[in-house]
């Protein structure tokens, strides 16, 4: 029986693309004006998150390095130039992104929709805990959502087992009883599975996935709208 439904967060209830679409084309024509934006600008700046996150999450970076390391990759590959302070550049990219802020347009009636369930409704997220937590107020849903589970608490990163079990744990429940619904499918929908939790995959911008339908090969759940999950549970 499930008790308890964990969202993530970007992708998930909160639009981190957008977010990032807004201020990366604004950051960019704020450091040099007179330089022609391009529509690849969004992309590359989230290809360079998915590049560098890894080695914060690994332990090899402070989250501050990585954040500074994806600066200049993104500088020499859009040939901007490089700020002075990186630190100063990124937190002026910020002001930006945190302009941009807003949930999906789904997040709010799903999560009220489950309310009077008898459900603990909550978030585990990779993000740290003050920006997350940030976010999760200025869309509107932080009273919706307790408790906000972060990698500081937890002692680890989705997709690692201890994460989920660290999760559960916080929650005073077994695994089997935890329901994760997020946009990563590793992390959020086939991670979760290998310590007994169940998973389901947001796949928001339809992607699809080489196994989806395939008769020999079972995935998880699999849905394109929050407003699928009331259902799903039954």
Same mark, same amino acid.
């Given at each position: 029986?499930?008790?308890a #439904?964990?969202?993530? =967060?970007d992708?998930?209830?909160?639009?981190?693309?957008?977010?990032?679409?807004?201020?990366? /084309?604004?950051?960019?024509?704020?450091?040099?004006?007179?330089?022609?934006?391009?529509?690849?600008? +969004?992309? =590359?700046?989230?290809?360079?998150?998915?590049?560098?996150?890894?080695?914060?999450?690994?332990?090899e970076?402070? !989250?501050?390095?990585?954040?500074?390391?994806?600066?200049r990759?993104f500088?020499?590959?859009?040939?901007?130039?490089?700020?002075?302070?990186l630190?100063?550049?990124?937190?002026? !990219?910020l002001?930006?992104?945190? &302009?941009?802020w807003t &949930? !999906?347009?789904?997040?709010?009636?799903t999560? @009220?929709?489950l309310?009077?369930?008898? =459900?603990?409704?909550g #978030?585990?997220t990779n993000?740290?805990? /003050?920006?997350?937590?940030?976010?999760?107020?200025?869309i509107?849903?932080?009273?919706?959502?307790?408790?906000?589970?972060?990698?500081?608490?937890?002692?680890? !990163?989705?997709?690692?087992?201890?994460?989920?079990? &660290?999760?559960?744990?916080?929650?005073?429940?077994?695994?089997?009883?935890?329901?994760l #619904?997020g946009?990563?499918?590793?992390?959020?929908?086939?991670?979760?599975?290998?310590?007994?939790?169940?998973?389901?995959?947001?796949?928001?911008?339809e992607?699809?996935?080489? @196994?989806?339908?395939?008769?020999?090969?079972q995935?998880? +759940?699999?849905?394109?709208?929050?407003?699928?999950?009331? &259902?799903?549970?039954g």
């Amino acid at each position: 029986m499930i008790r308890a #439904v964990l969202f993530d =967060l970007d992708e998930t209830l909160f639009d981190h693309r957008g977010a990032v679409a807004h201020a990366a /084309v604004a950051w960019t024509r704020a450091l040099s004006p007179g330089h022609l934006p391009r529509t690849g600008i +969004p992309a =590359l700046w989230l290809d360079l998150e998915r590049r560098h996150l890894p080695a914060w999450h690994a332990g090899e970076c402070s !989250f501050a390095e990585q954040r500074r390391r994806r600066l200049r990759d993104f500088c020499h590959l859009m040939r901007l130039p490089l700020p002075a302070d990186l630190d100063t550049a990124y937190a002026d !990219f910020l002001r930006h992104y945190e &302009a941009a802020w807003t &949930a !999906f347009p789904d997040a709010a009636g799903t999560l @009220d929709a489950l309310t009077g369930r008898g =459900l603990t409704l909550g #978030v585990l997220t990779n993000g740290v805990p /003050v920006q997350q937590e940030a976010k999760l107020r200025r869309i509107g849903l932080m009273d919706r959502l307790d408790p906000v589970l972060t990698p500081d608490a937890l002692g680890a !990163f989705k997709p690692a087992p201890e994460c989920y079990l &660290a999760a559960a744990a916080k929650l005073g429940l077994h695994p089997q009883e935890i329901l994760l #619904v997020g946009d990563d499918r590793e992390l959020d929908a086939i991670g979760p599975t290998r310590v007994g939790m169940r998973g389901v995959w947001l796949d928001r911008h339809e992607t699809g996935h080489p @196994d989806a339908g395939h008769p020999d090969r079972q995935g998880p +759940p699999r849905i394109t709208s929050l407003r699928e999950l009331p &259902a799903l549970l039954g």
